[in-house]
Structure formats: structure tokens, C-alpha cells
């Protein structure tokens, strides 16, 4: 890699160039930053999650715990493919109004995550990054529809290709994902205990794990039926803030999965750079000096 110029000033890249460099964006340097998205072509992942209770045997973060494996799985994967692809800090809030009552449900206003995630995303994009992805793992219509809202307000400004949402919960990608997902019953069930043993299994308190029954609510579905009217998951009947089968989770079964939401991912992130490029090559979206 070249030196390159910032501010006027002629700064080192770093040895070995980005591909070297960590795939955390909080672990880089300023001066590592600025070599990784000198090409104009850096993508920036960002994931998404909430703290809020995932059953007796899962921790409050279990949603951060899944974007940022899934990110970091995707950042090497598309780093492989030749893309500067950096995983942002994650965000660790979000829209939970189902959890409260139980201990550790931090919720966002809508309003709120929707400013923060337009800003965290304007900023990438004047930092260099040609691309911003939200990575979400969870799974609130409400929060999802916020993060919906922030990418158009971006799109709005920027241009329709430079942020997307690679989203679990479309046709597209859900129907790639585990039954116990496709019917609705996956908060810290067997899917995404799965993903937090693959992940992190320290974390996963097996003790506990072995002696949780099956519980076969559908909170996808008892959302709809509530039609719009506030429910909490002890009203629905997770009195201990889970629905699914734990007990079943496996690493084997997490892998399986973080395959599925790699391919999910590395798939809009190169669909949108193309999109990018066609759009730029008939002088839709002027291209920028880089300096
Ligand atoms: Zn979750």
C-alpha cells in the first residue's frame, strides 16, 4: 500500500496494508482507517442489537453477541473477496417494549435509535466508506421498522445504494433460516441459543439450559394478533422471557446458521456496490476526488 494524503498531510500506511489490520474498526488507528478506506471502495458493517432479558440462561446482550459474530464472519468473508471491509462499534440498544417488567430491558425511544443509526451511518460515509450495512439481530417489528426509517433518511441524502439492511425477517433470506425461526418462537429458543454457542459458549449457562422445557409460543404471531396493542412477553406466556426449545441449541446448529447470515450479508453488501457502480457509470452519482 502507498502513502497516502490527508488534511494535506502525508501519512504512512500501515505495513501489510488493510488487509493486516483488524477487523474491528474500534481496534484501528486513525491512520489504519484512513489507509483501509483510501480505495473508495471500504464497507462498514454495523451491528445491531438491545439488551434486554433471553431467558434464564442466556445474557442480556445475547442480540450484540450475534451481529458482531455475524459481522466479523461477513468482514472476513468480504475482505477475502477483495473489499476493505471494517466491523464498526456495535450498538447495544434498541426498541424493546415487549421485555419490560423483567430485569435488564434497556429501551430505546424509536425516535431515539432512528437519530442515532442515521448519524452513526452519515458519519461512516464522511469518514470514506463507500458502503454502510446494518447487521440486526433483534427481531421487535418496531426496532426493525426504525432501522427501516434510518436507512430511508439516509438513502434520502446519499443516494439509494450507499446503506443497506440485510434483513432476516424478509422472504428472501428467513426462509433460509431453522423451523423453530420460520415459526416465530425464536427468542432464546434453540436458533438463537444456537448462534450464542457457536459464538461465545462461555456465555451460555448449560446448567440452566438442560432443564428449560419447550415452550411453543409464537411471539411473531401473538404480535400480529395484538394488532398494534402493547403486550409483554409475560402476557403472552414467556413468564421467564424465552419461547422455543433451548435445550435443543447445538454449536453444530449456530454454525449452520451464521452461514446462512454471512451469505445473507456479503450478498446485499455486493449487490449494492454493483448497483453503486452502474449508477456511477451513467454519471447518475458523481464520483468524488478523493484526496
Ligand atoms: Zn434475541
Request: glycine share 10%.
Given at each position: 500500500?502507498?502513502?497516502?494524503r490527508?488534511?494535506?498531510?502525508?501519512?504512512?500506511?500501515?505495513?501489510?496494508?488493510?488487509?493486516?489490520?483488524?477487523?474491528?474498526?474500534?481496534?484501528?488507528?486513525?491512520?489504519?482507517?484512513?489507509a483501509?478506506?483510501?480505495?473508495?471502495?471500504?464497507?462498514?458493517?454495523?451491528?445491531?442489537?438491545?439488551?434486554?432479558?433471553?431467558?434464564?440462561?442466556?445474557?442480556?446482550?445475547?442480540?450484540?453477541?450475534?451481529?458482531?459474530?455475524?459481522c466479523?464472519?461477513?468482514?472476513?468473508?468480504?475482505?477475502?473477496?477483495?473489499?476493505?471491509?471494517?466491523?464498526?462499534?456495535?450498538?447495544?440498544?434498541?426498541?424493546?417494549?415487549?421485555?419490560?417488567?423483567?430485569?435488564?430491558?434497556?429501551?430505546?425511544?424509536e425516535?431515539?435509535?432512528?437519530?442515532l443509526?442515521?448519524?452513526?451511518?452519515?458519519?461512516?460515509?464522511?469518514?470514506?466508506?463507500?458502503?454502510?450495512?446494518?447487521?440486526?439481530?433483534?427481531?421487535?417489528?418496531?426496532?426493525?421498522?426504525?432501522?427501516?426509517r434510518?436507512v430511508?433518511?439516509?438513502?434520502?441524502?446519499?443516494?439509494?445504494?450507499c446503506?443497506?439492511f440485510?434483513?432476516?425477517?424478509?422472504?428472501?433470506?428467513?426462509?433460509?433460516?431453522?423451523?423453530?425461526?420460520?415459526?416465530?418462537?425464536?427468542h432464546?429458543?434453540?436458533?438463537e441459543?444456537?448462534?450464542?454457542?457457536?459464538?461465545?459458549?462461555?456465555?451460555?449457562?448449560?446448567?440452566?439450559?438442560?432443564?428449560?422445557p419447550?415452550l411453543?409460543?409464537?411471539?411473531?404471531?401473538?404480535i400480529?394478533?395484538?394488532?398494534?396493542?402493547?403486550?409483554?412477553?409475560?402476557?403472552?406466556?414467556?413468564?421467564?422471557?424465552?419461547?422455543?426449545?433451548?435445550?435443543?441449541?447445538?454449536r453444530?446448529?449456530?454454525?449452520?446458521?451464521?452461514l446462512?447470515?454471512?451469505?445473507?450479508?456479503?450478498?446485499?453488501?455486493?449487490?449494492?456496490?454493483?448497483?453503486?457502480?452502474?449508477?456511477?457509470?451513467?454519471?447518475?452519482?458523481?464520483?468524488?476526488?478523493?484526496?
Amino acid at each position: 500500500m502507498t502513502e497516502q494524503r490527508e488534511s494535506g498531510r502525508t501519512i504512512p500506511a500501515p505495513a501489510g496494508g488493510w488487509s493486516s489490520c483488524s477487523l474491528a474498526m474500534g481496534e484501528l488507528t486513525t491512520e489504519e482507517l484512513a489507509a483501509l478506506v483510501s480505495g473508495g471502495n471500504a464497507v462498514a458493517l454495523v451491528p445491531l442489537g438491545s439488551t434486554e432479558p433471553h431467558g434464564p440462561h442466556l445474557p442480556l446482550v445475547t442480540d450484540v453477541v450475534l451481529s458482531d459474530e455475524a459481522c466479523l464472519r461477513a468482514a472476513r468473508s468480504l475482505r477475502d473477496r477483495g473489499l476493505p471491509t471494517a466491523v464498526a462499534p456495535s450498538i447495544a440498544y434498541g426498541v424493546t417494549r415487549y421485555a419490560r417488567g423483567f430485569r435488564g430491558a434497556i429501551g430505546l425511544r424509536e425516535e431515539t435509535l432512528i437519530a442515532l443509526l442515521a448519524d452513526v451511518g452519515r458519519a461512516l460515509l464522511d469518514d470514506g466508506f463507500a458502503h454502510v450495512a446494518f447487521v440486526n439481530n433483534h427481531l421487535e417489528p418496531e426496532h426493525v421498522d426504525a432501522i427501516d426509517r434510518a436507512v430511508q433518511e439516509i438513502r434520502d441524502e446519499r443516494g439509494p445504494t450507499c446503506v443497506s439492511f440485510p434483513n432476516q425477517l424478509g422472504k428472501r433470506w428467513g426462509r433460509t433460516l431453522t423451523d423453530e425461526f420460520k415459526q416465530g418462537n425464536c427468542h432464546a429458543g434453540q436458533y438463537e441459543t444456537s448462534l450464542v454457542l457457536a459464538a461465545r459458549e462461555e456465555l451460555v449457562r448449560r446448567e440452566l439450559l438442560i432443564d428449560l422445557p419447550p415452550l411453543p409460543i409464537s411471539l411473531s404471531a401473538a404480535i400480529r394478533a395484538a394488532d398494534g396493542k402493547d403486550l409483554t412477553f409475560a402476557e403472552i406466556g414467556m413468564e421467564r422471557a424465552y419461547t422455543g426449545a433451548p435445550a435443543h441449541g447445538s454449536r453444530e446448529e449456530g454454525e449452520q446458521s451464521y452461514l446462512r447470515l454471512v451469505e445473507m450479508i456479503v450478498t446485499e453488501v455486493q449487490e449494492h456496490l454493483a448497483e453503486e457502480g452502474e449508477h456511477t457509470a451513467r454519471g447518475e452519482i458523481p464520483v468524488l476526488e478523493k484526496t
